[in-house]
């Protein structure tokens, strides 16, 4: 069983900044079935990035996902207002799991 | 518009049983498979159970093997989940969500608002 771990738990930063946010998995998996969620409260989740790079429909392009083997990382260049929320990463497949979530708070 | 809409959740007693709806619209629903997502309040996302876009396979977490069953009904663009012998750990948000592909194996790209169960006495 795969189990991802995310880091840090916690990220303050100000509008502008650079996020960058981390994603390991206990052994290699194929980054195509590594996706990425953003998740405000009382929201769904909402797929930003799926196949480790590729931006889901309407997602901005200041969201970018690289990555490959157990290591994979969500870049968030310049801070929007809106994008303080929690990130998910997961992996899909026969058999899904999430990492625990990486909380963007406003400094 | 595409849309998931969840339903079923309410207090329910431990040991009791539940089932959980999850109603598609905007989307052709017999193409894909279908998963269910649940969230403990204040914690992370738990992957639940998929099942085929035809309904003939299904697959389970470890933590949900037992007491839980996922089926479908593609004629009603209806997705559910029955839970047996509810434990005080069942208490979360179920979100449904579309895995884009026929045996959901693709990223979750549709989500439902999800509906809340409390298991409490």
């Known amino acids: 069983e795969v189990v991802l771990t995310q880091s840090p738990g916690t990220l303050s930063l100000s509008p502008g900044e650079r996020a960058t946010l981390s994603c390991r998995a206990s052994?290699?998996?194929?980054?195509?079935?590594l996706g990425w969620y953003q998740q405000k409260p009382g929201h769904p989740p909402k797929l930003l990035i799926y196949?480790?790079?590729t931006r889901a429909t309407g997602v901005p392009d200041r969201f970018s996902g690289s990555g490959s083997g157990t290591d994979f990382t969500l870049t968030i260049n310049s801070l929007d207002p809106d994008d303080f929320a929690v990130y998910f990463c997961?992996?899909?497949?026969?058999?899904?799991?999430f990492g625990p979530g990486t909380t963007v708070t406003v400094k | 518009q595409v849309q998931l809409v969840e339903s079923g959740g309410g207090v329910v007693q431990p040991g009791k049983s539940v089932r959980l709806s999850c109603l598609a619209s905007?989307?052709?629903?017999?193409?894909?498979?279908m998963h269910w997502v649940r969230q403990a309040p204040g914690k992370g996302l738990e992957w639940v159970a998929v099942?085929?876009?035809?309904?003939?396979?299904?697959s389970y977490a470890d933590s949900a093997r037992g007491r839980f069953t996922i089926s479908r009904d593609n004629a009603k663009n209806t997705l559910y989940l029955d839970i047996l012998r509810l434990r005080l750990d069942d208490t979360a948000r179920y979100f449904c969500?579309?895995?884009?592909?026929?045996?959901?194996?693709?990223?979750?790209?549709?989500w439902g608002r999800g509906t809340m169960l409390i298991v409490s006495s």
């Open positions: 969500a579309s895995g884009g592909s026929t045996s959901g194996r693709k990223a979750f790209d549709i």
């Open positions: 905007g989307f052709r629903f017999s193409n894909l498979g």
């Open positions: 099942v085929w876009f035809d309904g003939t396979q299904n």
């Open positions: 052994q290699a998996i194929s980054r195509t079935f």
């Open positions: 196949e480790a790079s």
């Open positions: 997961q992996l899909y497949g026969s058999s899904p799991t």
